[in-house]
């Protein structure tokens, strides 16, 4: 039975389409909270490496929370540059932009210990690597014919393999308490699971709204048994400024070809993954392949969002893969929709109080809720390879690319004799294993059967 309350099936897998704006306004927070933490957390690592204390007496708190506030601006208007576009830049489709994971190896020896670059070498860096991931989208749309549903269901797969490991360990409280005797007990995972079973209970036993937004009922009904269990945290409420503007080139200018040249190789990464992530958006939530005009404006914008945002402060930005999984699992395809969450988002950049009441969210009621998105770009990738003829050659293929590509994200050791530079691109997984499925694709013959 359709829901005429979000719009008819075909109104939904249109990218223009608006559900109302009682409707709307849920699913786009929604998706702020489906990316919040692990928007965030880069910033407060990359902030605590550079020794950046958290504590409110500390003299650089202040600076820990510019981080912040940073990371959630500049995702926010990196989301508009691909909802909204100016020009070539954006996809015109729901890719939420957040900062990414996959370069924390390369910031975090940036600003830690002695005689580093600091943040002035990181962020020239950051700035330096956009303008590059820019330019990737003027050949990446060329290229699309070496990307086929082999290759890009493979990326999305190994994007969603990666991402459960990081959905367990926010359920469990969070790589900080690893190795710790509360990670893992019952009083962390209780949150979660709470989290999991309403939103499987919204999702298959309701209709309408409720239904769409499970995930955020979810979250909800977790952070409520969380807060009674006294893991809520409202402290730094209190210590966050009400407005606080970004400040352009904040830490200085310094020019690292170590860290510039980390940054451009890790755009290439960056870039094989929103291929994905557009490619995942398509397929989930319209059922149809990415055009070569999306493929190439999210490049774009990933690359302008990423280079404003690091004359600013913030660090690089990409396209969101859990959220990639919230649109196949609401079935609404609207960028209208993720053009509210963005807003959301930028509010929360310059009003720091306002950010920091969302980011009481504790870790694992948010882990909850990723462990249902992530398993949902896993699924998503495995959608994209079932339109792949599985003769002896594709599956040679994928079985040599993600064997490498996975094991090598398992056992990152295996790779320690190498410089530390091929290290950080070959143990992220997602690249050698991308990268060999586009080079056997192309030189493999199709007869090899």
Same mark, same amino acid.
């Given at each position: 039975?359709?829901?005429?309350?979000?719009?008819?099936?075909?109104?939904?897998?249109?990218?223009?389409?608006?559900?109302?704006?009682?409707?709307?306004?849920?699913?786009?927070?929604?998706?702020? #909270?489906?990316?919040?933490?692990?928007?965030?957390?880069?910033?407060?690592?990359?902030? &605590? =490496?550079?020794?950046?204390?958290?504590?409110?007496?500390?003299?650089?708190?202040?600076?820990m929370?510019?981080?912040?506030?940073?990371s959630? #601006?500049?995702?926010g208007?990196?989301?508009?540059f691909?909802?909204?576009?100016?020009?070539?830049?954006?996809a015109?489709?729901p890719?939420?932009?957040?900062?990414?994971?996959?370069f924390?190896?390369v910031?975090?020896?940036?600003?830690?210990?002695?005689?580093?670059?600091?943040? =002035?070498?990181?962020?020239?860096?950051?700035?330096?690597g956009?303008?590059? *991931?820019?330019?990737?989208?003027?050949?990446?749309g060329?290229?699309?014919?070496?990307?086929?549903?082999?290759?890009?269901?493979?990326?999305?797969?190994?994007?969603?393999?990666?991402?459960?490991?990081?959905?367990?360990?926010?359920?469990?409280?969070?790589?900080?308490?690893?190795?710790?005797?509360?990670?893992?007990?019952?009083?962390?995972?209780?949150?979660?699971?709470?989290?999991?079973?309403?939103?499987?209970?919204?999702?298959?036993?309701?209709?309408?709204l409720?239904?769409?937004?499970?995930?955020?009922?979810?979250?909800?009904? &977790?952070?409520?048994?969380?807060?009674?269990?006294?893991?809520?945290?409202?402290?730094?409420?209190?210590?966050?400024?009400?407005?606080?503007?970004p400040?352009?080139f904040?830490?200085?200018? $310094?020019?690292?070809?170590?860290?510039i040249? &980390?940054?451009?190789?890790?755009?290439?990464?960056?870039?094989? $993954?929103?291929?994905?992530?557009?490619? &995942?958006?398509?397929?989930?939530?319209?059922d149809?392949e990415?055009?070569?005009? $999306?493929?190439?404006?999210?490049?774009?914008?990933?690359?302008?969002?990423?280079?404003?945002?690091?004359?600013?402060?913030?660090?690089?930005?990409?396209?969101?893969?859990?959220?990639?999984?919230?649109?196949?699992?609401?079935?609404?395809?609207?960028? *209208?929709?993720?053009?509210?969450?963005?807003?959301?988002?930028?509010?929360?950049?310059?009003?720091?109080k306002f950010?920091?009441?969302?980011?009481?969210?504790?870790?694992?009621?948010?882990?909850?809720?990723?462990?249902?998105?992530?398993?949902?770009?896993?699924?998503?990738?495995?959608?994209?390879l079932s $339109?792949?003829?599985?003769?002896?050659r594709?599956?040679?293929?994928?079985?040599?690319?993600?064997?490498?590509?996975?094991?090598?994200?398992?056992?990152?050791d295996?790779?320690?004799?190498?410089?530390?530079?091929?290290?950080?691109?070959?143990?992220?997984?997602?690249?050698? =294993?991308?990268? #060999?499925?586009?080079?056997l694709?192309?030189?493999?013959?199709?007869?090899?059967?």
């Amino acid at each position: 039975m359709t829901d005429t309350t979000l719009g008819t099936p075909v109104q939904m897998t249109d990218p223009n389409y608006t559900p109302p704006l009682a409707k709307a306004v849920p699913l786009g927070i929604q998706h702020v #909270l489906a990316m919040f933490a692990s928007n965030v957390t880069p910033a407060i690592i990359v902030a &605590g =490496a550079a020794g950046f204390g958290f504590g409110s007496n500390s003299p650089d708190f202040p600076n820990m929370i510019y981080m912040i506030q940073m990371s959630m #601006l500049f995702a926010g208007i990196a989301t508009l540059f691909q909802t909204i576009g100016i020009g070539p830049v954006g996809a015109r489709l729901p890719i939420v932009q957040g900062t990414s994971f996959a370069f924390l190896p390369v910031m975090i020896p940036a600003v830690a210990g002695q005689g580093t670059a600091g943040l =002035a070498g990181l962020m020239t860096g950051v700035v330096i690597g956009g303008v590059f *991931h820019f330019l990737l989208g003027t050949v990446i749309g060329k290229l699309r014919f070496a990307l086929p549903p082999l290759v890009t269901g493979l990326i999305v797969l190994m994007i969603g393999l990666s991402l459960v490991k990081v959905g367990i360990q926010y359920a469990a409280g969070g790589v900080p308490l690893i190795g710790k005797p509360e990670f893992g007990s019952l009083a962390m995972w209780t949150p979660a699971l709470v989290v999991i079973l309403v939103t499987l209970g919204f999702k298959f036993f309701t209709k309408g709204l409720s239904s769409v937004a499970a995930v955020l009922i979810g979250l909800i009904a &977790g952070y409520v048994v969380a807060l009674l269990m006294g893991q809520v945290n409202f402290g730094n409420v209190g210590r966050a400024a009400m407005f606080a503007p970004p400040m352009p080139f904040k830490w200085g200018v $310094e020019f690292n070809s170590a860290i510039i040249i &980390g940054m451009c190789f890790m755009a290439v990464i960056s870039a094989i $993954e929103t291929v994905g992530d557009v490619s &995942g958006i398509c397929k989930g939530g319209a059922d149809r392949e990415a055009t070569d005009t $999306e493929i190439s404006g999210a490049t774009f914008a990933d690359g302008l969002g990423t280079a404003i945002a690091g004359i600013f402060g913030g660090l690089p930005n990409t396209s969101f893969s859990q959220n990639v999984g919230l649109i196949s699992i609401t079935g609404v395809m609207s960028r *209208h929709v993720v053009t509210i969450g963005a807003l959301f988002l930028i509010v929360c950049g310059l009003i720091p109080k306002f950010g920091a009441i969302v980011s009481t969210v504790p870790i694992n009621v948010l882990g909850g809720g990723v462990i249902v998105m992530f398993g949902m770009v896993t699924a998503a990738g495995v959608n994209m390879l079932s $339109e792949v003829n599985w003769n002896r050659r594709n599956m040679v293929i994928f079985a040599v690319s993600l064997s490498l590509g996975l094991g090598l994200q398992l056992v990152p050791d295996a790779l320690q004799h190498l410089p530390r530079t091929k290290q950080i691109l070959l143990t992220s997984g997602l690249l050698p =294993a991308a990268g #060999l499925s586009i080079v056997l694709n192309l030189v493999l013959p199709e007869d090899l059967d």
